[in-house]
């Protein structure tokens, strides 16, 4: 892989960028600011740019089948309309965690929802993983922790990455035809001094792309775990990358200024905008979120 050049493209300065998605029909990426309650859309072409504002903290949004987008607020599953900027609850979440909110997501092949929680306060184990499918909510049965990341998808279907960002863990685990999930296995440990494991992103020759916040960039994982290259940025929290435009071999990458004092923002003027670079490989068209009726 030819060495990536990462480019500021949007001076949005978010507080917590994450969530990065590319819509082709659309042109456009989309993605979230979790701490400022903002969501995002921005067109690489021509550079135009649009936000709304959210009524609780936006973990991801995603584009849904039929139209309209998918965001996951703190208190559950949102369907929210670009035109009219309207919210409407599809399902709830996790009432009886008040503390938690929603935090990464993907969608499967067949339209389903895989997305995780996490303890607002970055404390307590009380972090799940879920699918939502058919209207209904289902707990993958993955044991809990502070702050999930991912999921991702393999190019088949047939691994599930799951990250335990504190621990600096990002594992595997086999994803059945019937939708269950196997033992997880570990697939990468992120050292200590080189940032936590963010948002992963899996490319078109099924290696993972995974965010580093506190690292000052992005790596890039083989299937069998081996890293295999690193993408350095000009600031330190990078959160999660989306293949986008032409032949899906540009990465998108929202970056966060959270966690920054007076000093280091002096010194990352870019910290929190949406950067760009060539990735040197395609990756994964995206799918769209299939809501029950």
């Known amino acids: 892989m030819a060495a990536a050049h990462p480019t500021s493209i949007y ?4 507080t917590l960028g994450e969530g990065p ?9 989309w993605f979230v600011d979790i701490k400022e309650r903002r969501l995002h859309y921005f067109r690489p072409d021509d550079g135009l740019a649009r936000s709304w ?28 309309n670009p035109e009219t900027g309207g919210f409407n609850l599809v399902h709830e979440t996790e009432p009886h965690l008040p503390g938690n ?23 307590a184990e009380t972090g799940r993983l879920y ?16 702050i999930t ?9 047939a691994t599930l990455y799951h990250t335990d960002t504190l621990r600096g863990l990002i594992w595997a685990i086999a994803r059945h035809d019937d939708a269950t999930l196997g033992t997880p296995r570990l697939f990468a440990e992120i050292e200590q001094g080189a940032g936590y494991p963010d948002g992963p992103t899996i490319d078109a020759e099924g290696c993972v792309w995974t965010g580093l916040f506190g690292g ?6 083989a299937p069998d775990g081996r890293l295999i290259a690193t993408v350095p940025f000009p600031v330190a929290n990078v959160t999660k990358i989306a293949f986008g435009g032409d032949g899906l071999t ?26 760009a670079f060539d990735a040197g490989v395609a990756g994964l068209a995206g799918h769209r979120v299939v809501l029950a009726g």
Do not use: C
């Not at 990341?149 to 279907?157: F, I, K, Q, Y």
């Not at 000052?216 to 994982?221: D, P």
């Not at 959270?258 to 870019?270: M, N, S, T, V």
């Open 216 to 221: 000052w960039g992005v790596r890039r994982y």
């Open 101 to 123: 909110r929603l935090n990464d997501a993907v969608v499967d092949a067949k339209g389903h929802l895989w997305f995780g929680s996490m303890d607002d306060d970055e404390a």
């Open 131 to 146: 699918r939502f499918a058919d209207g209904r909510l289902h707990d993958s049965g993955v044991a809990p922790v502070v």
């Open 250 to 275: 540009t990465a998108y990458a929202t970056t966060a200024r959270k966690g920054l004092d007076d000093r280091a923002l002096q010194d990352q003027p870019l910290a929190g905008d949406l950067f």
């Open 149 to 157: 990341n991912g999921p991702a998808l393999s190019p088949d279907g």
């Open 53 to 80: 504002n959210a009524p609780a903290q936006p973990g991801w949004i995603l584009p849904v089948a039929g139209g309209g987008m998918l965001v996951g607020l703190q208190d559950g599953l949102h369907r929210f």
């Open 11 to 14: 001076a949005v300065g978010a």
């Open 21 to 29: 998605v590319w819509v082709a029909s659309d042109a456009a990426v």
